[in-house]
């Protein structure tokens, strides 16, 4: 139980209220409306090439926004480093692994993601924080697509079943190579459907890994429970350990093709994940979380006692008995208020602040035990423009107060 609470600070919770109410005080130079969801037309990112992120790791990136004026957000590294990513080997390394999965969900555009946050200068950043960067192909499904061919019906309730499958296992191939290797793997979707490989992978290599996952959804279902079949709702219903911890609910997964290779496990315990941030729950799901004792804190729970608090709640949860545990980062964009995130397919009002949405990033590179991380579900054709450039942005920030940029 979380024991620390505190009033609420106006602040801290104008742009939250704001999203449920009227953005006119921040559309100062944006046309299109920001809190009625998602304005689906397609957008643009401008390109470019290397130079620009040694360009934006050396001078910080400058923005306006919201018409504040410019905004400046310096790349520096914490000075406490060698406290750091204990869990990747000397000199640290981060692989970029691009999943740029699309089938888990109704409309395209997630693919776009890795390529747009790599323009953006993530590489770049990555080396002013003093990674060593290697920095993958993306991965394809074309072969994938050709084998299955156009007459391949899916599975009950299980949208593309074969495709999002076999993709999740070349992910999960290549997570565990790179943690074989001692590397940190950067996991840059895609839709959240790319979490049932990314956990195959971490959970291969490092078994008592604890999960954060940072989202307004808790992706807790399966086939068996989905309401629409969608399976970037079901990476943690997979994953989970039915069969011991409630039998009749235990996936079958010769009848989930391309999901054969989670037949014989790796699998996650109920005690081995924390949520962060829901606020849109399925009746199944709320069912299992509390039967089975999963820790999850709402936005109700961040209201009542504070981000700082809930984080510090968290990291109890997971590292109280084994203070050296691995942690994954699953870090879904809706998390985010779609006022500032909008370029998402599955928008809720009333999600993190940006100052909350960066202490969460912030606090879990602080703990040390950070070992993988991905970011998920950033769609620049669900949204204008602006829209776009806005959640492609923050997605990137967010990436590097994760991976170790500091204040002080």
């Known amino acids: 139980m979380i024991s ?21 005080a921040l559309q100062v130079d944006r046309s299109a409306p920001a809190c009625n969801g998602p304005q689906r037309h397609h957008g643009t990112s401008s390109n470019s090439n290397h130079s ?52 888990g969900q109704p409309f395209v555009g997630t693919d776009h993601g890795p390529q747009l946050l790599r323009d953006k200068g993530l590489r770049g950043m990555l080396t002013s924080l003093g990674w060593r960067v290697e920095d993958l192909p993306d991965l394809s499904y074309d072969d994938i697509i050709a084998s299955i061919g156009s007459g391949t019906a899916d599975p009950p309730n299980a949208r593309n079943c074969q495709l999002v499958g076999s993709g999740a296992e070349l992910l999960r191939n290549k997570v ?117 004792g999963i820790k999850a804190y709402t936005m109700f729970d961040i209201d009542r006692h504070g981000i700082g608090a809930v984080m510090d709640q968290a990291f109890s949860d997971l590292l ?51 070992a993988s991380a991905e970011i998920v579900e950033l769609n620049p054709t669900l949204s204008d423009d602006d829209g776009a450039e806005d959640t492609i942005e923050l997605g990137l920030q967010i990436i590097t107060s994760f991976m170790g940029k500091s204040i002080i």
């Open 176 to 292: 565990s190579e790179t943690l074989n290797e001692g590397r940190f793997p950067l996991i840059l979707g895609g839709d959240h459907s790319i979490g049932a490989g990314s956990l195959a992978g971490i959970l291969e290599v490092q078994p008592n890994t604890g999960v954060i996952w940072v989202d307004a959804h808790a992706d807790l279902n399966t086939p068996a429970t989905s309401g629409s079949g969608n399976m970037h709702g079901m990476p943690i219903g997979l994953l989970l350990d039915h069969a011991k911890y409630q039998p009749e609910t235990a996936v079958n997964f010769d009848e989930l093709p391309g999901f054969e290779f989670l037949k014989d496990g790796p699998r996650l315990a109920p005690d081995q994940i924390v949520y962060v941030g829901l606020r849109d729950v399925d009746p199944t799901e709320r069912e299992w979380i509390n039967n089975l």
């Open 4 to 24: 620390i609470s505190r009033p609420c600070v106006n602040t801290l919770r104008f742009l939250r209220n704001c999203s449920a109410r009227t953005c006119t």
């Open 320 to 370: 109280s008995k084994d203070p050296n545990r691995p942690l994954h980062l699953s870090y879904d964009i809706d998390a985010i208020d779609p006022i500032l995130a909008p370029a998402t397919g599955t928008t809720v009002r009333g999600g993190l602040t940006y100052r909350e949405a960066h202490f969460v990033a912030e606090a879990v590179a602080q703990t040390g035990n950070l």
């Open 52 to 103: 620009s992120d040694v360009a934006a790791s050396e001078t910080g990136r400058k923005k306006t926004g919201f018409g504040m004026g410019q905004i400046t957000d310096q790349m520096l590294p914490t000075l406490k480093t060698s406290k750091l990513f204990q869990h990747s080997k000397y000199p640290r390394t981060a692989t970029i692994i691009g999943a740029p999965m699309t089938y």
